[in-house]
Structure formats: C-alpha cells, structure tokens
C-alpha cells in the first residue's frame, strides 16, 4: 500500500482537462510543500513534471499545471494531446524515517 | 548533456547480493544528494534510499534497512546499491536520481534491472 493515495486511472478525450488528486497526511503532503509529480511512459524513466507544488521545471509544457489544499495534492493537464497517456506519480517529502514518500501512480487514458 | 547511467543489475538467487552503480556526468556530483528508487514489474515506484552530498547521512526504507547500503564516491562521480539479503520482492527495475533542494527528483537514470529468483 502506498504512502499516497492517487487514484488507479483517469480518462479524458483530446483538448478536455483532467485533475489527478493525491491525499495524504499531515505529515507530508499537507505539512510541506515538496509535493512534486512525474510522467513516466512505459519502458522509459520518470520525468520531473511539477516540483513544490505548482513549479514546473523549464521544458514542461504549461498545460501541466500543479496545485494543493490541506492533505491533498492535485495535478491539472488541460488541452489533453495523445501524448500525455502515462502514467503519473505523486511524492512529498515526509517527516519520518521514509523520507520521502510516492503515490501508488494514476494511469491516464486519452481516448 | 546530464546523464545517469545505472549498472550492475543481474539474475541472482534469493539470499545473494548485488552491487548497483550509477555514473553520474554533465554536472558537479559532488554538489548534490542522490537517491535510489526502484519498480517492481508492473508496479508503481518506491523510495529506497538518500545519500547527502559528502556522505555524512544516508536514509532508507523500512523495506531494505539493514539489507542494502547507499554509498557514493565523489572522485568517481558514482552511486551505489549494496544490495545483500535479496528477495524475490526485491525484483524491479533500480533508478538512480539526482535530488534537488525541494525534494524532487529533476534527474533519473535509464534503469538497471534486477531479478531474484530460485
């Protein structure tokens, strides 16, 4: 079971948006904000999409936009393309001796 | 051009240990902490383990603490995954990642995969 809570699968058709949520706990998501998500394509390596919460790093396409309220996280992909179909994790830093924790991952679907 | 470049993954029976590197190049290793995360087959990802820059603290999952240890050789520019005691469980593909000061991981590897298995 994963430290955060994200939801299995998401779906959306091209041009629509769509919200993934990650809850967590006081004592990561909701008590830092090192809230960060990554897309992965399958067979390849994660990709740095959003970092504290609402930052993306040069190179990421706005239409990836990150946000938070109390213990749960959120990421918003709006003009949805073809090629966002991945899947995408949640992390936080936490304050305990897993420093820093992931969500079970959303698969999203662009039908 | 940054790269991470992860090794040393193999077949290896349960019980037997494994040395993971990762060669880091395109940046000052030295200047950042480093991580590793792994994947089990068709599974989402996991924390593993945190080195800071000099080595002076390291950090670990429940699910490998006193089983593996996270070292790093800044004149090498290189990571490692001593990984003793494995478990079948302990079959995924390893990352290595480059940790920024939020936190987040603005770097990854391709990959090494590792498989225990009888």
């Known amino acids: 079971q994963s430290a955060l809570t994200q939801p299995a699968s998401v779906s959306g058709s091209p041009g629509q948006s769509i919200t993934i949520s990650c809850t967590g706990t006081?004592?990561?998501?909701?008590?830092?904000?090192?809230v960060s998500w990554y897309q992965q394509h399958p067979g390849k390596a994660p990709q740095l999409i959003i970092h504290e919460v609402s930052n993306r790093p040069s190179g990421v396409s706005n239409r990836f936009s990150g946000s938070k309220s109390g213990n749960t996280a959120s990421l918003t992909i709006s003009g949805l393309q073809a090629d966002d179909e991945a899947n995408y994790y949640c992390s936080s830093y936490a304050s305990s001796s897993t420093l820093l924790v992931f969500g079970g991952g959303t698969k999203l679907t662009v039908l | 051009e940054l790269q991470l470049v992860e090794s040393g993954g193999d077949f290896v029976q349960p019980g037997g240990s494994l040395r993971l590197s990762c060669a880091a190049s395109g940046f000052i290793f030295s200047s950042y902490s480093m991580n590793w995360v792994r994947q089990a087959p068709g599974k989402g990802l996991e924390w593993l383990s945190y080195?800071?820059?000099?080595?002076?603290?390291?950090y670990y999952a429940d699910s490998v603490k006193g089983r593996f240890t996270i070292s790093r050789d800044n004149a090498k520019n290189s990571l490692y995954l001593q990984m003793n005691s494995l478990r079948a469980e302990d079959t995924a593909v390893y990352y290595c990642?480059?940790?920024?000061?939020?936190?987040?991981?603005?770097?990854w590897g391709q990959g090494t995969l590792v498989t225990v298995s009888s």
């Open positions: 080195i800071s820059r000099s080595s002076s603290a390291t």
């Open positions: 006081s004592s990561d998501v909701g008590g830092y904000n090192y």
């Open positions: 990642a480059r940790v920024m000061g939020d936190w987040s991981y603005d770097h």
